[in-house]
């Protein structure tokens, strides 16, 4: 359900939570609410506020990094899959809100939007193209053992950092992607299912990830309740569901 305006709230303006008077009919008539979750105004200082009040981080690395080095933005900015305060930022809000709806028999858990109209929490990587940055490559190096051979103060870091790993350390770099992918969705769900045991996520078909993005379609396969499924076909060419 989308609300009137992009300021819309959970609560109108006589200070009603919209959200559970929509879990409550449709629990009524037993039906299931997926939440289409998609946030657009987390910044940096949101962050840093929240979990970082002794300065151990920075900004860096919070959200994916475009080919320039600098936070991409398609249209809005992506929380890292790979950075452990945007994974507990993703995690807590994702249980928070659970906590407070998961009791509703109707909740049925969240829908990621991931394609060209980017959220906050689209929880992906997005193209083989993002997170050549200082932070990214050198989690992965710590994380992996693999040495890039490539000047911290090089001007030209990113596009040599891109075609050195895709040309050499291609497997490894987009294994380590793909987990830090999954097993985000795995710990956000887990949270959410301490206050709704039968939700699950939603998210696009198995036939069309590119583990480019960071979704691994062996990986996401073998865990439906991440979102990630096969096409149900029905009646032959031209008719096919979602599951």
């Not at 609300?3 to 819309?8: F, S």
């Not at 910044?43 to 860096?60: F, H, P, Q, S, V």
């Not at 509703?104 to 060209?116: A, D, I, L, P, V």
């Not at 999954?182 to 769900?189: D, E, P």
């Amino acid at each position: 359900a989308y609300g009137y305006g992009y300021k819309y709230r959970a609560v109108d303006r006589r200070r009603r939570d919209i959200m559970k008077m929509i879990l409550m009919f449709c629990q009524k008539y037993h039906v299931e609410v997926v939440l289409d979750f998609q946030i657009s105004r987390i910044y940096a200082a949101n962050i840093l506020t929240a979990y970082d009040k002794k300065g151990a981080y920075g900004e860096e690395g919070l959200f994916i990094t475009s080919m320039s080095g600098k936070t991409l933005k398609s249209p809005h900015q992506i929380l890292s899959p790979a950075h452990p305060l945007s994974r507990r930022y993703l995690t807590d809000m994702y249980e928070e809100i659970a906590k407070k709806y998961g009791k509703f028999k109707s909740f049925g858990g969240f829908h990621h939007r991931q394609s060209g109209w980017n959220s906050n929490n689209s929880s992906w990587f997005f193209t083989a193209n993002t997170c050549y940055d200082d932070f990214h490559v050198k989690v992965f190096e710590k994380e992996t053992g693999v040495d890039v051979p490539i000047a911290d103060d090089d001007p030209k870091k990113i596009v040599k950092r891109r075609d050195w790993l895709l040309t050499n350390k291609k497997d490894a770099w987009l294994d380590w992607r793909s987990e830090k992918n999954t097993s985000l969705l795995k710990t956000m769900l887990d949270a959410v299912r301490k206050h709704a045991p039968r939700a699950r996520f939603y998210a696009i078909n198995l036939d069309t990830l590119k583990k480019e993005s960071g979704l691994d379609p062996k990986r996401l396969a073998k865990a439906p309740e991440l979102g990630y499924r096969d096409r149900l076909r029905i009646g032959g060419d031209g008719m096919e569901i979602n599951e």
